[in-house]
């Protein structure tokens, strides 16, 4: 399994960016994905999710109507568009694939992350 | 919205054993993933499901979910053990990380 992520880097406060993660080493089509960040220093926190086939998605509440997430499966590659970035929304972003059990995913693989920095 | 919370840190002599705590509302009602992440790089599962090691994982590291608190418990602790580690757990469809305990093997 690997997973790579692209896309990150220094935007201004209200910009857009777009993160991509390769997938590769598994029926990416089976899987829930999801993104997770961490800020300089702190811990991780769980940004969004994509079901296996990209019918349901989740979002923590303070990214809701601007980070949004997808899947293309004819590329085995996950997005998170995100718009209105703010100071906040700084921090490493990490691609993660899921793994069920008991009705609900764990990280089982992770990529290894793609820093966005939003500063004027 | 739902919390888990986790001592920064914890200390252990190699060797001994090390129990990383993580406390939520009965959150023995939910299953608790861990989490292993050494400075520089990217976390690695190594219990879910409260008590379950992925492949790879050693046996030194178990799991535990009883009321309020799950706990990983890790035998024989190693220098290399010495990292971060995040306890999860899911509240509806959102996903929630502890704050992280920082164990330190000295």
């Known amino acids: 399994v690997q997973l790579v992520e692209s896309g990150g880097g220094v935007v201004q406060p209200g910009r857009s960016l777009r993160l991509s993660c390769a997938a590769s080493?598994?029926?990416?089509?089976?899987?829930?994905m999801h993104w997770v960040r961490q800020a300089p220093g702190k811990g991780l926190e769980w940004v969004s999710t994509?079901?296996?086939?990209?019918?349901?998605?989740f979002y923590r509440d303070s990214v809701k109507g601007r980070l949004s997430i997808s899947r293309d499966s004819s590329k085995n590659t996950v997005y998170l568009q995100m718009n209105s970035l703010r100071g906040e929304d700084t921090a490493v972003y990490y691609c993660?694939?899921?793994?069920?059990?008991?009705?609900?995913?764990?990280?089982?693989?992770w990529g290894q992350g793609t820093l966005v920095t939003v500063s004027s | 919205s739902y919390e888990l919370t986790q001592s920064p840190s914890v200390s252990v002599s190699p060797g001994q054993t090390a129990n990383i705590t993580c406390f939520g509302d009965r959150l023995a009602d939910k299953y608790t993933g861990w989490y292993q992440q050494r400075p520089g790089q990217s976390p690695v599962l190594v219990i879910y499901?409260?008590?379950k090691r992925p492949s790879g994982i050693p046996e030194r590291f178990s799991g535990s979910n009883s009321g309020n608190t799950a706990t990983l418990t890790i035998s024989g602790t190693q220098a290399m053990d010495e990292a971060a580690y995040y306890c999860?757990?899911?509240?509806?469809?959102?996903?929630?990380f502890g704050g992280g305990t920082k164990l330190t093997v000295l």
């Open positions: 999860q757990t899911w509240d509806n469809n959102n996903v929630v």
């Open positions: 080493g598994f029926t990416f089509s089976s899987y829930a």
């Open positions: 499901q409260d008590t």
């Open positions: 994509i079901s296996y086939d990209g019918s349901n998605k």
């Open positions: 993660a694939k899921g793994v069920a059990a008991a009705g609900r995913d764990y990280f089982d693989n």
